[in-house]
T-cell receptor
Framework: SAVISQKPSRDICQRGTSLTIQCQVDSQVTMMFWYRQQPGQSLTLIATANQGSEATYESGFVIDKFPISRPNLTFSTLTVSNMSPEDSSIYLC???????????FGEGSWLTVV | RKEVEQDPGPFNVPEGATVAFNCTYSNSASQSFFWYRQDCRKEPKLLMSVYSSGNEDGRFTAQLNRASQYISLLIRDSKLSDSATYLCVVNKGIQFYFGTGTSLTVIP
């Protein structure tokens, strides 16, 4: 399985500010995804991070609020912009392997907005 | 209709019990199927893939019924360490769809 590192692992942020989460994979992967998991809920896909092009966002998520970058096959960032308490959540980076169809997750970034 | 539906539980079972989780999916064109385990305040981790022929990994047995669009996970001889949330995951193309998870607590 791929090793996926995320940082920060947790943060407490003031409302109205923005936070960028970084995701680094230890090997080249085809797909990288960003998920959100709110307390007591399952995972919700925010977007698919496309290498060298704009991310593909799911319904309910927009680029202005969640800009995503993926400059190469092993790295991606997710920014949570103009945060409000409703953005308090775990944000999870995931990736698949070049040769497989299973996805693996980073340890998550626990975000609390106050 | 949700892509993947699971009974959220919670399931509270004594140590040594056998417990089964079920999951249904709505898209007949789904290609791959998995069970993930998520411990409290941790990321989901792949438990096992699910095949039509059924597959077993120690105390865990997974089964897929494509005709009924149904996936199951059986845990035998439950251990305290099996307490977690079990997520049913269905793949179609590049998309992975997650169930809401089934919570299991194994009681001493």
């Amino acid at each position: 399985s791929a090793v996926i590192s995320q940082k920060p692992s947790r943060d407490i942020c003031q409302r109205g500010t923005s936070l960028t989460i970084q995701c680094q994979v230890d090997s080249q992967v085809t797909m990288m995804f960003w998920y959100r998991q709110q307390p007591g809920q399952s995972l919700t896909l925010i977007a698919t991070a496309n290498q060298g092009s704009e991310a593909t966002y799911e319904s309910g998520f927009v680029i202005d609020k969640f800009p995503i970058s993926r400059p190469n096959l092993t790295f991606s960032t997710l920014t949570v912009s103009n945060m409000s308490p409703e953005d308090s959540s775990i944000y999870l980076c995931s990736a698949d392997r070049l040769s497989g169809n299973t996805i693996y997750f980073g340890e998550g970034s626990w975000l609390t907005v106050v | 209709r949700k892509e993947v539906e699971q009974d959220p539980g919670p399931f509270n079972v004594p140590e040594g019990a056998t417990v089964a989780f079920n999951c249904t999916y709505s898209n007949s064109a789904s290609q791959s199927f998995f069970w993930y385990r998520q411990d409290c305040r941790k990321e989901p981790k792949l438990l096992m893939s699910v095949y039509s022929s059924g597959n077993e990994d120690g105390r865990f047995t997974a089964q897929l019924n494509r005709a009924s669009q149904y996936i199951s996970l059986l845990i035998r001889d439950s251990k305290l360490s099996d307490s977690a949330t079990y997520l049913c995951v269905v793949n179609k193309g590049i998309q992975f769809y997650f169930g809401t998870g089934t919570s299991l607590t194994v009681i001493p």
